[in-house]
């Protein structure tokens, strides 16, 4: 079983910057890829970074290319997600998932490809 825990949500004003981060068991994190989702009640999940395991890759969604960086620390098996210039249609709840190994990174991908945290709150407002 692996188990995926986000922290650092809450909420910041329109332009401001936060920080998530995401824990995976140990050992897990090894070797898979890392993602982050983000859902706005009455709306699909979205994909909208996603990490190789060597952190050589790393790919946005266009909504957020510029201002979400998606990092790694496999050494803390830790992940990521630096969130600049933040906009109220930015409020969501954000979701960490590591892709299940029998899986590669070149896409999101179906949901049942990952192992989820259980979500954090960001909310961007004046």
């Known amino acids: 079983q692996v188990n995926v825990v986000e922290s650092g949500g809450g909420s910041v004003q329109p332009g401001g910057s936060l920080r998530l981060s995401c824990e995976v068991s140990?050992?897990?994190?090894?070797?898979?890829?890392m993602a982050w989702f983000r859902q706005v009640p009455g709306k699909e999940r979205e994909g909208v970074a996603r990490?190789?395991?060597?952190?050589?890759?790393?790919y946005y969604a266009d909504s957020v290319e510029g201002r979400l960086f998606i990092s790694r620390d496999n050494a803390k098996n830790t992940a990521y997600l630096q969130m600049n210039n933040r906009k109220p249609e930015d409020t969501a709840l954000y979701y960490c998932?590591?892709?299940?190994?029998?899986?590669?990174?070149?896409?999101?991908?179906?949901?049942?490809?990952?192992?989820w945290g259980q979500g954090t709150q960001v909310t961007v407002s004046s």
């Open positions: 998932a590591a892709k299940k190994r029998a899986y590669t990174c070149t896409n999101f991908g179906r949901s049942d490809s990952y192992s």
């Open positions: 140990e050992d897990t994190n090894r070797g898979r890829c």
């Open positions: 990490i190789t395991v060597d952190s050589a890759g790393t």
